[in-house]
């Protein structure tokens, strides 16, 4: 072998590499994707059953009962839809009625009941994660100014 082909076939084995670690991640990033929907947006988008997504809005004032163990049921809620919610697990100790949340999970086949796995509150009087208010912004919510978007 000479030394040009000694040198195109380490450039072709590191190329080769860096193709193979680029598809990798690509694929690691695909599996991880969770996108962000409020229940307005749900109602015009088709979400296929097992498909994993984030919910945020509002939790609604007098949906929040709880069942056996650490299952709750709540709604949320953007003032334009609502999505009920089925939760196993601790909530957090900020999570109640009127307040933001950003829930994670999928849709049971055949309901229309969203099953989350985690549950993220807000963290003070004033915090509304940015997603959330944008999006109820975007969709004509008035919200009261006091919220700090972060």
């Not at 809005?57 to 999505?83: H, P």
Request: charged share 20%; glycine share 12%.
């Amino acid at each position: 072998m000479t030394r040009k082909q000694k040198r195109l076939a380490i450039i072709g084995g590191g190329v080769g590499f860096l193709t193979l670690a680029v598809l990798l991640v690509m694929f690691a990033f695909s599996q991880a994707i969770a996108y962000f929907y409020v229940p307005s947006d749900l109602a015009k988008a088709d979400v296929p059953p097992g498909t994993r997504i984030r919910l945020g809005g509002l939790v609604e004032a007098g949906s929040v009962k709880r069942g056996d163990g650490k299952t709750v049921t709540f709604t949320v809620t953007d003032t334009l839809g609502q999505i009920p919610v089925t939760y196993t697990g601790i909530l957090p100790d900020l999570f109640r009625e009127g307040q933001g949340v950003v829930t994670e999970g999928t849709f049971v086949a055949d309901s229309s009941v969203f099953v989350a796995d985690s549950v993220l509150a807000k963290h003070d009087e004033t915090y509304m994660p940015k997603d959330v208010a944008d999006r109820l912004k975007a969709q004509g919510v008035e919200l009261s100014g006091k919220e700090t978007v972060r």
